[in-house]
Every structure is written in C-alpha cells, then in structure tokens.
C-alpha cells in the first residue's frame, strides 16, 4: 500500500531556513502529481506548492520567491525548501500525492489520494 512520510519539520526563528522531505514507500514517485500543503489551527488546509507529472510548478503567492519544491525520483522523494520563513508560515505540513493533475488544479486538496501524517513547522518572532 502506497505510504507518504514526511519528516524535517522543527522549531526555528523567522528569517530562517527548514527542509521538509517526504518519501513515498509502496509506490513512485515519478509521473504523479505531489504537492505540499499546510494546515494552521482554525485554517482550512491550504496548497502551497504542487508539482504535475511533468515537473511543472505551482506555488501559493504567500510563499512564492520563499519555498520551492522538487522531486527526486530515484529515492522517491518530494522536497520543500523553505526560506525567509515568518511566524505565519506555522503550520503542520503535508505531503499528497495523486496519480494525475494539472499545474491550475495541482493545489486543491481534492485531487489528492495520498495524504501523508504530516510535520510541525514552527517559526517564532
């Protein structure tokens, strides 16, 4: 059965840099639309970066020129690269993965199967 694992997620100051992976066991990664989302409390869930089966991006504008994400196939990993982060981008983050989308519907929940559990990212002031 396909599984999602995200990990890196930690407590760290505004201005500063996280790494998030996920890996995905059971299953590829490749020629699959995976995105990342977060959840802060009392928000809806919110995509902020997703990547169609042929690589192409798409990024929420909140952290559009902070975070990219990127996708190793061969270890079966998507990847989210935060920077300049601010107490507002506090939330735990997931992974998902679907097995097609387009770069417009590549951040709406719905289209994802696969839902990782998760990691807290916390950024103080």
């Known amino acids: 059965q396909l599984q999602l694992m995200e990990t890196g997620g930690a407590s760290v100051r505004a201005g500063g840099s996280l790494t998030l992976s996920c890996v995905v066991s059971?299953?590829?990664?490749?020629?699959?639309?995976m995105a990342w989302f977060r959840q802060a409390p009392g928000k809806e869930r919110e995509g902020i970066a997703g990547?169609?089966?042929?690589?192409?991006?798409d990024y929420a504008k909140s952290v559009q020129g902070r975070f990219e994400i990127s996708r190793d196939n061969s270890k079966n990993t998507l990847t989210l690269k935060m920077r300049r982060l601010k107490p507002e981008d506090t939330a735990m983050y997931y992974c998902?993965?679907?097995?097609?989308?387009?770069?417009?519907?590549?951040?709406?929940?719905?289209?994802?199967?696969?839902w990782g559990q998760g990691t807290q990212v916390t950024v103080s002031s």
């Open positions: 059971g299953g590829t990664s490749s020629n699959v639309c």
């Open positions: 998902a993965l679907a097995a097609e989308c387009t770069w417009y519907n590549c951040r709406e929940p719905g289209v994802y199967t696969y």
């Open positions: 990547m169609e089966e042929d690589g192409m991006n």
